[in-house]
């Protein structure tokens, strides 16, 4: 099954691209900006990545993006990240990032475009390996910041291929930014958010009916609500799903637990994904096999849900008919 999995061309939905530094590079940053960690080994930086919820975990995600601050970092960030994960049969990676995370430290929105957009082309160019952009908004910053990140965003509306919603879930509902996404979508940008992660059903319906989005991040917690769950089935909405994430976030207590084949049982579009792989213990092979551990499922359902993942990517309909003949030829 290992190999299957491997071979598989899986997709990837929901990454943040800030969370799939490694300490390896953390420490090296670190250096080559003259930046102290509070970590005083690259074992000590992971055996610091012991959460107790989304919170505890947000804050050593900030904390550790602190070594970024040059266009170069961020290109040297996404390449380690792409060339790892085209090592484990990621044919595409969808790429949240954290422009608000940044400008708070002084790194302006044009350093981070420019290192994320020359790694994309290497990317291309060197593995073969297909991206998309998805701007992040932080849901506990004010509604008013998001819009005016939105409007400095302007220079790059084109590269966008969604905008998102991250951070702390809890007492933050997608209704605060529903202005926000107003906007994003009288600019023809596409949406999706976070919900149900930690927070309750309520947020998943409100991130339908007010921000519009064409897809839920996490989302597990759907199944609180019978009637959100149908309705999700029957508009074919798809749930990024980060199984590894919810273990280490305290979502759930065990991978046995998860409610992901209750979700396929109910009959969702489902895709696995990393979320952070750098703090949450792998990537995505990672995640498909502590998923076929836990679950047993067969090849058959990795391929359905490698399938949605192609089928549910912000990319051009050539390269998703290339996507779709490789998952085909895949035995
Ligand atoms: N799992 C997650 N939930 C919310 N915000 C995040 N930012 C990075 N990872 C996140
Ligand atoms: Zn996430």
Redesign the pocket.
């Known amino acids: 099954m290992h190999d299957f999995l491997k071979r598989l061309p899986k997709a990837e939905l929901h990454l943040?691209i800030e969370?799939s530094l490694e300490p390896e590079l953390m420490f090296t940053l670190a250096e080559r900006n003259g930046i102290e960690l509070p970590y005083a080994s690259v074992e000590e930086a992971r055996a610091a990545y012991d959460f107790t919820d989304?919170q505890s975990f947000?804050d050593v995600?900030f904390q550790g993006m602190s070594v970024l601050r040059t266009a170069e970092d961020f290109h040297d960030l996404a390449m380690d990240y792409f060339r790892r994960a085209s090592g484990e049969g990621v044919v595409h990676v969808e790429m949240h990032f954290d422009p608000q995370a940044h400008l708070a430290r002084g790194v302006g929105l044009s350093v981070v475009m420019e290192g994320l957009d020359l790694a994309r082309r290497h990317a291309e160019r060197e593995l073969g390996l297909s991206s998309a952009l998805i701007m992040a908004f932080l849901r506990d910053r004010p509604a008013e910041e998001a819009m005016s990140v939105l409007e400095m965003a302007a220079p790059y509306w084109e590269m966008l291929d969604a905008v998102g919603l991250?951070?702390a879930?809890h007492g933050n509902p997608p209704a605060r930014f529903r202005e926000v996404y107003e906007r994003a979508r009288r600019l023809g940008i596409p949406r999706v958010a976070?919900a149900g992660?930690e927070g309750p059903a309520d947020y998943i319906r409100e991130a339908l009916d007010l921000l519009d989005v064409c897809r839920i991040d996490h989302g597990v917690r759907c199944l609180e609500d019978p009637a959100l769950v149908s309705r999700l089935r029957d508009e074919g909405i798809v749930l990024t799903v980060?199984p590894l994430?919810n273990v280490r976030?305290k979502v759930v207590e065990r991978l046995a637990d998860h409610p992901l084949p209750r979700l396929l049982d109910a009959g969702l579009k489902l895709t696995l994904n990393s979320?952070?792989p750098a703090y949450f213990g792998g990537g995505m092979l990672a995640n498909f096999e502590a998923c076929h551990h836990a679950f047993g499922w067969d090849e058959a359902v990795f391929r359905r849900l490698a399938a949605n993942a192609i089928e549910a990517a912000f990319i051009s309909d050539e390269r998703r008919v290339a996507l779709r003949r490789q998952l085909a030829a895949c035995h």
């Open positions: 943040h969370g989304l947000l995600y991250d951070s879930e976070h992660e980060c994430s976030l979320d952070d």
